[in-house]
């Protein structure tokens, strides 16, 4: 196993997320213990000592079942994170009741690692809220020894991630973010990982292979990556991406068996960056996966100078070609419904009159009208 250095302590470079648990009978809330349990020893067995949990994974089994699961061990063996909910808004009142009930859940004294969760658009206010107490109350838990690290997640776009930096940064000991050779530069992910190398901020990777989607690839895209690695099983080069990325010390894979789980042990027996022509080769495979059902906006804006509405038509375009992105193989999108919630109603696509003000003045000629229709449907 591969360790990364984080501050006085030693962590595996492959973290076991607890979002995507082996279930019983296709159901998330129903968790199969038994092989769970045997994932968790396999991982222990292997080098594995980082846990990661959260209040709502597996409608709320996932921090119980985890619990049990590391239970076994001795408590200095492993590190176990989760976080506080504030993707629901109906949270943000009762981070005490909330940290109170997940350490009864997970039968621990105390977290290694405890994150304000999906640092977003749509709840950047309430986290930043000092009503709501939120950082008050952990940075106490972290005084009192019950949160031995503290960091944040988030889904939110760069300003967003700023934002909450220039609030919380100076407290903040790693932060979690969407992380994969595929939103390198189709969710700007890049930028991200630089303004947290700016702030001397670690960074936990979460969907290094963004749900399953880089586990395989099209015929040519595997071609030409064979050919540079002719031993390297598809979904390891997405760690191997990782592994090349400056400031990365935490990778989390939401393994959902044992298959899965051997397999990035096996990758993570040793650390193998791409070299910069293998990293091209990378970057093509991506370029290619975007083109597929991409919309080829340049956000010149002339669209939003011509509409009644004043709609940011080109944001709404991006938000539409990651929805696609992530549901055209029956993913579930949550980023743009997420993203589209914290816009006022007024503003949001549904409110597009449809008299193509815009298409009269796109340079790309893109059916703006038709794409606004099509997203409404789609999120509902």
């Not at 889904?155 to 934002?163: N, Q, S, V």
């Not at 015929?219 to 400056?246: G, H, N, T, Y």
């Amino acid at each position: 196993m591969i360790y990364r250095e984080f501050q006085e302590i030693r962590l595996s470079g492959l973290g076991f997320g607890a979002m995507r648990l082996p279930v019983v009978g296709g159901d998330d809330g129903n968790i199969d213990e038994n092989e769970t349990f045997k994932m968790v020893d396999k991982a222990m067995a292997n080098g594995i000592n980082y846990y990661d949990t959260a209040w709502g994974y597996h409608n709320g089994n996932s921090e119980i079942v985890m619990g049990k699961a590391l239970s076994k061990y001795p408590r200095d063996k492993f590190y176990i994170s989760t976080k506080f909910p504030g993707y629901d808004l109906s949270n943000m009142p009762m981070v005490k009741e909330i940290f109170e009930k997940q350490l009864e859940k997970t039968g621990m004294e105390y977290f290694d690692f405890y994150l304000f969760h999906n640092v977003c658009e749509m709840n950047i206010e309430q986290y930043l809220d000092p009503k709501y107490g939120i950082y008050d109350y952990l940075m106490e838990q972290k005084k009192n020894g019950r949160i031995k690290h503290l960091g944040f997640s988030c889904h939110g776009e760069y300003a967003t991630l700023k934002r909450f930096l220039e609030a919380y940064g100076k407290d903040m000991e790693f932060c979690q973010i969407q992380l994969n050779y595929l939103d390198w530069k189709f969710q700007d992910a890049k930028a991200k990982v630089d303004l947290l190398n700016e702030w001397n901020i670690p960074v936990w990777v979460m969907e290094p292979l963004r749900g399953g989607k880089l586990s395989r690839l099209d015929e040519q895209s595997e071609s030409e990556l064979k050919a540079l690695r002719p031993d390297e099983e598809i979904p390891a080069w997405a760690f191997r991406f990782l592994q090349s990325v400056k400031g990365v010390t935490m990778v989390l894979s939401g393994m959902s068996n044992m298959e899965q789980l051997e397999a990035n042990l096996k990758t993570y027996e040793e650390d193998k960056p791409l070299t910069e022509k293998e990293m091209a080769a990378l970057m093509n495979v991506t370029d290619r996966l975007q083109s597929k059902k991409s919309i080829p906006c340049t956000a010149c804006h002339y669209c939003v100078s011509h509409c009644p509405q004043g709609l940011d038509i080109p944001y709404f375009i991006s938000l539409y070609n990651e929805h696609l992105l992530t549901t055209q193989d029956g993913g579930m999108g949550f980023i743009a419904p997420m993203a589209l919630a914290a816009i006022p109603e007024e503003k949001r696509p549904v409110s597009c009159l449809h008299c193509h003000s815009c298409e009269q003045v796109c340079p790309q000629t893109i059916k703006i009208s038709d794409m606004m229709s099509d997203f409404v449907e789609k999120i509902g």
